[in-house]
């Protein structure tokens, strides 16, 4: 699946109406059909009262012809058209002429007329704006918004909730805080973004039959990182190989008071199938990784970079770093050293991102199509000055560019940003993963699977998705609040297993 712009969702619909051909008040069909089979499949159609509030746009269309086909389940229906002093677009006056023959109660929002007082048992539909928003909600209109979400009422908004912009920031301008949004053939970018979560609630992707050869025609703003994909990416082991033909990663983690994230990384690396795995860890924690995880080896660290690490990085795949690494001049040392003497790609969590934010100079040293995985914070750090998620996702994209590396940008869809332009928003996981140490075994599967030998781009995405597919699994096993760090990597073998199933 896509990520569209709205003006390229508009063009879309333009599209399918020539080429199909379909009329465009039969493509609003469409829409309200589906609307009203999701109410239907999803035991809803059986409210006592359903408050439809309509602009008079195509979206005010959706919502009076959804209002008709209630009604033709005889549910009671009152609309609600919010009045402009213009006419509405000629699907919506052509749906609007269709429902006065019916006994639905129309009731118009006058400029100087008290906003409706809804009883509590109704639903509310919000088909005021959708993708139309051009500019943010006031007058009449933010007051009808701030009316609604006062309201006990759970609310459903058509296409996007009304007031949020499909490819801006919203914030902090006035928007319905829905329960559902049921939108149309694909995500828009609004959707996907966690500042927006309080508004859209759960999003729900109608199909409503839009052409999709048109899709061959543009370029999408981002991509949906989904589990054909995945399964498209994952490589099965071949039956005659050895530890050698799998790789030798290195990874430098830990310190005092946080060697378990040193821990969780290496676990992580080794479970996602690398043949060899060095840990370099301070010499004051020596004993705690080979009790810990005799399956790794391990160099210590003192006061100066190891000799052998030294002369020796070609005999690593690839290195990561940062999973409790700390930021003493110990350690900014050695992430200088690695990053100015490898080849390879490297992968940077936490710390080793802490260290690259405080020198440009490592950023331009990064070898090409290293992995970057920051969480919102340390991406801040990296790139000063978002102030929205949409700043976020904007300058992760063009950090992957300006330095040819692949960026990672953790969250609930977390976002990868390729060196080409290209990005995808993840599709996998769910809260049980918002816990200490989640983002140390991520660093650990991507480290895990470069040494395995997949292709950065490949090591992202597969990495990424089967990060999301542990928290599945394992929330469903010992519950959402429950899940551990380390009960993700133990699902990373019924991760795999889940994508290689026939």
Same mark, same amino acid.
């Given at each position: 699946?896509?990520?569209?712009?709205?003006? *390229?969702?508009?063009?879309?619909?333009?599209?399918?109406?020539? *080429?199909? $051909?379909?009329?465009?008040?039969?493509?609003?069909e469409n829409a309200a059909t589906a609307c009203i089979k999701w109410l239907e499949a999803n035991n809803l159609i059986a409210q006592q009262q359903f408050y439809i509030f309509c602009g008079k746009g195509n979206n005010g269309g959706e919502g009076l012809a959804i209002a008709r086909l209630l009604q033709a389940f005889n549910r009671p229906v009152d609309v609600f058209i919010l009045e402009t002093g213009q006419l509405g677009s000629p699907d919506f006056q052509q749906n609007l002429h269709r429902l006065h023959t019916l006994p639905v109660n129309l009731h118009y929002i006058q400029e100087s007329s008290p906003l409706p007082v809804i009883p509590e048992q109704g639903l509310i539909i919000d088909a005021l704006l959708g993708t139309g928003l051009n500019r943010p909600a006031e007058g009449?209109?933010?007051?009808?918004?701030?009316?609604?979400? *006062?309201? $006990?009422?759970?609310?459903?908004?058509?296409?996007? $909730?009304?007031?949020?912009?499909?490819?801006?920031?919203?914030?902090?301008?006035?928007c319905i805080k829905a329960a559902v949004t049921l939108s149309f053939q694909c995500y828009k970018t609004a959707l996907l973004l966690a500042e927006n979560a309080s508004y859209y609630g759960l999003p729900v992707i109608l199909d409503i039959g839009l052409e999709a050869r048109f899709l061959a025609t543009i370029l999408p703003a981002y991509e949906m990182l989904e589990e054909s994909?995945?399964?498209a990416i994952l490589q099965p082991r071949p039956a005659h190989a050895h530890k050698g033909n799998f790789g030798h990663a290195l990874l430098l983690a830990g310190s005092s008071g946080k060697m378990g994230a040193a821990i969780l990384?290496?676990?992580?690396?080794?479970?996602?199938?690398?043949?060899?795995?060095?840990?370099?860890? $301070?010499?004051?924690?020596?004993q705690v990784l080979p009790i810990a995880l005799p399956e790794s080896m391990t160099l210590f660290y003192k006061k100066q970079v190891p000799e052998v690490v030294g002369t020796d990085l070609e005999k690593f795949k690839t290195i990561g770093m940062g999973p409790?690494?700390?930021k003493d001049p110990i350690a900014r040392e050695l992430v200088a050293h690695f990053i100015q003497g490898s080849r390879k790609p490297l992968v940077l969590d936490a710390d080793a991102l802490n260290i690259l934010a405080g020198s440009p100079a490592l950023l331009e040293a990064l070898p090409p199509f290293s992995i970057l995985t920051p969480h919102p914070k340390e991406f801040d750090r990296l790139c000063p000055g978002a102030v929205n998620d949409f700043d976020r996702i904007n300058a992760a994209a063009r950090l992957a560019i300006r330095y040819q590396v692949i960026v990672v940008l953790k969250g609930h869809h977390s976002f990868i940003a390729m060196p080409g332009g290209?990005?995808?928003?993840?599709?996998?996981?769910?809260?049980a993963m918002a816990k200490a140490g989640s983002g140390d075994v991520l660093t650990g599967l991507l480290t895990g699977l470069l040494a395995r030998g997949y292709t950065p781009e490949q090591a992202a995405l597969l990495g990424v998705y089967l990060h999301g597919i542990c928290g599945e699994i394992a929330s469903r096993k010992w519950g959402m609040e429950a899940v551990l760090a380390s009960d993700l990597i133990d699902s990373i073998g019924p991760a795999f297993l889940s994508l290689s199933a026939v």
């Open positions: 699946m896509v990520v569209l712009s709205a003006e *390229q969702v508009r063009a879309w619909d333009r599209f399918t109406i020539e *080429q199909k $051909p379909i009329a465009s008040i039969d493509l609003m009449r209109l933010a007051a009808l918004i701030a009316h609604l979400n *006062q309201a $006990p009422n759970p609310i459903i908004s058509i296409d996007l $909730p009304s007031g949020l912009f499909a490819d801006r920031s919203t914030l902090p301008a006035p994909i995945a399964r990384a290496a676990k992580a690396c080794l479970r996602a199938g690398t043949g060899l795995l060095t840990t370099l860890v $301070p010499e004051s924690e020596a409790g690494l700390g290209r990005a995808w928003f993840n599709t996998s996981g769910n809260a």
